[in-house]
């Protein structure tokens, strides 16, 4: 069955049909995803569709009693806004017989902040650049302050889960894969460490030292939860499973340049003075 969140739509419901059967409508392309998520898009029209795959064994079990994975994308894509964070409009959602879970989504004119970092600001050479890297670290500590001091944890926090909106000032982020978001009255601490640490999967090369300081400056400036020493302590923490983390990694997996370079000539990244 379909839900749909707008007028019911015929054409797309068709579509829809075919994109569940895994082949690609007319005008739909197929787009990179994790193992556990079928994405593809319809540039055309600005959607976005998304199937659910089961991540382990264990899915179905917790769906009964937490709500499947896309009913919590939907249940997400509602309380998010209502909280002052955006997130894309569902269009449709939904399961069909012999398939997976399914959502649409209106696309965002946005791109991953890992890839916006990676393609338009690794060492930048010019003062213009630099400038605006600063900005966009900035603006994004403070959307994940913000996101912390409303409760929220997000469930997989990484920079391409938080897009950002081309051609807009000041920087507007929307965040996606919301289906793992926590709320609390009282965020336990290891879940801040697990989101900063997240956030933060970006190679040395997009993000150094003093970058990552004026990215947490400005979170702490929005989350007034942590004294002095408290917050020193944190930020230690942070830095130094960061470092962990990211030296087990494969660094093409981490965020890669591979955005064209006209965002840039067009004035879509930074104003162009
Ligand atoms: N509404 C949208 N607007 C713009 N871009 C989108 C939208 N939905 C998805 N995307 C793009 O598609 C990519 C993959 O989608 P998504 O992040 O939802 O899946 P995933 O991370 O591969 O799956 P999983 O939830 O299993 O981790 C995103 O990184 C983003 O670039
Ligand atoms: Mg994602």
Redesign the pocket.
Known sequence: MITWLTPTNAALAAEIQQLNAATLPNGWQS????P??K?A?NADHSL?Y?AFLPRNIWETPKAWLRGSRGQRAITQSQTLPKQGFNT?AVIAWGKLSGGREFML????N???VGSCIASYFRQPSNAQALYWKRELLRSLGKLVGQLHSAGIIHG?LRP??V?VELGKQPYTFHL??N?RNQSFKRIPYKLIVKNLVQIGMLADIDLSRTDRMRFYQSYLQHYSRFNRAAASRLSLEVYQTTMHRLSTKNPDRLGSPNLPRTHVDNGLIYPLS
């Open positions: 787009v990179d995803s994790s556990y998520a994405v898009v976005f998304k894309p989504t209106l696309a965002v946005g791109i991953g997989d391409n889960n897009l996606i894969d289906e």
